[in-house]
């Protein structure tokens, strides 16, 4: 089905060298999903619906890199425990609730009726462990119009009984909701095997050859917290490093693969990071709030590593990713002054061009306006919160707005050229 639509309003983007692009009072043409261009006059086309949006900021859609639906009921809770207390304690026994699906429709309900009037228009989604529930949570997020991938769990070992697979059960059950996605448009499979802790050798083994063989992508956490990495050197000995323990058992690239959190990979697995198929998911929040440490983002970017941002709910408290913007400029900040002077600190743009283009790069290229870009675009109400000051430019109008009102819904929203409201 062919659409078209002009849109007037006001534009902000980062180009792809990361320098700002404002285009106040400008049309964007969409054309069957794809920006065809952004022009300060309004283009001659008589087939296009013309959306009058003037006075609101428009920005590319936001990618969270990652993000744990099934701990979305709990977001704001426990915060006083590290990683592997707060998942014993709280995360284990609330994913175990997602057997039932009755629960999981309830939960996925809200986590995506909240999703959708984010700015967020891509994650990259943890489910659980449960076919039937993360089959459900793709449902509901094909239906919304959200283009995610999403994970079914795989742990097999050291979790509560209830939150524990057979290994081959795990496998199988991969294979089956991966089978099960096969018509899905814009929701997609991604390989998910927790993290080193909760994966036998075996299954780590198994998982990579189906993400190689099918050519999936597949996600997991890295060197979030020290307690973690000291477990994942006693479990795998022979390993120089956690990244290397993934690399022995295949899931070191060779497929997009998101690694979360790598805050201790700087001084850990600095080699292994330069991996082009590698993205690490920026988690401020989460980090800040598990104590788990502040992950060097500067150095990332220095370095030419991929990288994004991701809400990690529930161990960050909000899926705003204009929220996690600000929290990365924060930390950067907190780095520069009390551990490492060597990297400054993320400038606002920077950390929006990563939240934007960073991310978006793992979904074949979005965040941008660039011509024959799948066109993912937000519209933001910024004047929710009242200002004398009338000569702000765009740039400064998405600052104020990302620091006082991150969680406000957007005004509109379109995914792939589909207006979704
Ligand atoms: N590492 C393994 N599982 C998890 C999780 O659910 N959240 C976070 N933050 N880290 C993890
Ligand atoms: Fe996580």
């Known amino acids: 089905m062919s659409s078209a639509y002009v849109i007037h309003a006001d534009f902000y983007q980062t180009d792809r060298e990361g320098m700002a692009l404002e285009m106040p009072s400008s049309y964007l043409l969409v054309r069957d999903g794809r920006v065809v261009s952004l022009t300060t006059s309004r283009p001659d086309v008589s087939d296009a619906t013309f959306l009058d949006w003037s006075g609101l900021l428009v920005i590319p859609g936001l990618t969270d890199l990652h993000v744990h639906a099934s701990q979305y009921q709990f977001r704001g809770l426990w915060m006083d425990e590290e990683l592997l207390e707060w998942l014993n304690a709280h995360t284990f026994p609330e994913e175990a609730k997602y057997k039932e699906i009755s629960y999981a429709s309830q939960a996925y309900r809200i986590f995506t009726d909240d999703l959708l009037h984010s700015a967020t228009t891509r994650a990259a989604i943890f489910a659980t462990i449960h076919e039937d529930s993360t089959l459900l949570l793709a449902r509901y997020l094909e239906e919304a119009g959200i283009a995610a991938y999403v994970g079914k769990v795989n742990m097999d070992r050291n979790s509560v009984p209830e ?76 390993s120089v490093s956690y990244a290397d323990a993934y690399r022995r058992h295949g899931l070191w690239g060779g497929v997009p693969t998101i690694m979360a959190h790598c805050v201790y990979s700087m001084e850990a697995e600095p080699g292994l990071m330069r991996n082009e198929d590698i993205f690490v998911a920026h988690c401020p929040d989460s980090n800040t709030n598990l104590s788990s440490g502040i992950a060097p983002a500067r150095w990332f970017l220095e370095n030419g590593v991929n990288m994004g941002l991701g809400s990690d709910v529930a161990g960050g408290t909000t899926l705003s990713i204009l929220r996690a913007i600000t929290d990365a400029v924060k930390v950067s900040k907190l780095r520069w002054r009390l551990v490492d002077q060597r990297f400054r600190p993320l400038s606002f743009r920077e950390a929006f061009h990563i939240a934007s283009r960073g991310g978006g790069a793992f979904f074949g290229g979005v965040g941008g306006f660039d011509e024959g870009m799948e066109a993912d675009l937000v519209a933001l109400d910024d004047s929710v919160r009242k200002t004398a000051i009338k000569d702000l430019s765009l740039e400064e109008r998405l600052e104020r707005h990302a620091y006082l009102a991150p969680e406000e819904p957007v005004t509109h929203k379109m995914v792939k050229g589909r207006l979704l409201f």
Do not use: Y
Request: with cysteine.
């Open 163 to 238: 939150l524990t697979e057979d290994s081959e059960a795990s496998v199988m059950s991969t294979l089956s909701f991966i089978e099960k996605m096969k018509d899905f448009k814009n929701v997609k499979p991604i390989i998910t095997p927790r993290f080193i802790p909760s994966c036998s050798d075996w299954l780590l083994d198994e998982l990579a050859c189906i993400a190689k063989e099918r050519g999936l992508p597949v996600q997991s956490h890295l060197s979030e917290n020290q307690s973690e990495g000291e477990w994942v050197h006693s479990l795998c000995p022979e």
